[in-house]
């Protein structure tokens, strides 16, 4: 049985700690690598690249890693059978069919440590994953509402543009929505923890509340702070 190879490297040389992070898996792509240890020749591996949320660099932006594992089994045995596990916080069965695209978005505790290659350099790897709590465990994307639905763009981007058209066309402005979130000025992280503090929230959503309130003239003070 091949043995799993994880490799994670941090982009940019960015130096981050030995610890427990908390990853979000942000693409899966399908990859080969040679096998020199077990001389199997080319084997099936799946690309993963996470977004550490809670890190940012010297420029402030989120840290990303990525780590890749062979795809050729998917047994009890095999590092991606507890990845899989780690991100969906449910138990797989033998015979069960994993789509490996639903683990988009999922989120999973990594332990992470700095390793030394052999060409004397040292890099993050991803060691290990772990599920949420109970809580905070993540839901499998293929049975999540998304939260940005009309709001994309075809490579599935989010559309800040249209996000703006329509909270404009409702009347809303850019401070309504500052005050309702509570927040001295509305940024994408701003928004997507307040999409992510309750059940059905949307951007649509938001602007609905937000133009709810605004239309009533319900003074700021009063609006549902968090």
């Excluded at 940019?12 to 899966?28: A, F, K, R």
């Excluded at 490996?100 to 440590?113: F, K």
């Excluded at 402005?173 to 500052?178: F, G, N, T």
């Amino acid at each position: 049985m091949t043995a799993w190879k994880l490799t994670a490297e941090a982009g940019g040389g960015v130096d981050i700690q030995d610890g427990t992070y908390l990853l979000e898996v942000t693409t899966i792509e399908e990859t080969t690598f040679e096998d020199s240890k077990y001389k199997k020749g080319p084997q099936k591996s799946a690309k993963f690249t996470f977004v550490l949320p809670d890190v940012t660099n010297e420029d402030g932006e989120n840290v990303t890693l990525a780590a890749t594992a062979s795809a050729e089994k998917l047994t009890p045995k095999t590092k991606l059978w507890g990845w899989v596990e780690a991100l969906t916080g449910e138990q797989l069965e033998p015979g069960q069919t994993v789509n490996l695209d639903g683990l988009v978005g999922c989120r999973a505790l990594g332990l992470i440590n700095n390793e030394t290659g052999e060409d004397g350099a040292k890099w993050a790897r991803v060691k290990s994953l772990m599920p949420l709590p109970k809580e905070g465990k993540p839901k499998a994307a293929v049975s999540q509402a998304d939260p940005y639905a009309g709001f994309r763009k075809p490579n599935s981007d989010i559309d800040w543009g249209i996000f703006k058209a329509e909270y404009e066309n409702r009347g809303v402005s850019l401070v309504d929505i500052a005050t309702f979130l509570a927040v001295q000025q509305v940024t994408p992280k701003g928004i997507r923890l307040w999409l992510e503090a309750g059940a059905d929230r949307s951007l649509a959503s938001l602007i609905d509340d937000v133009a709810a309130v605004v239309g009533k003239g319900v003074d700021p003070d009063e609006f549902p702070f968090e």
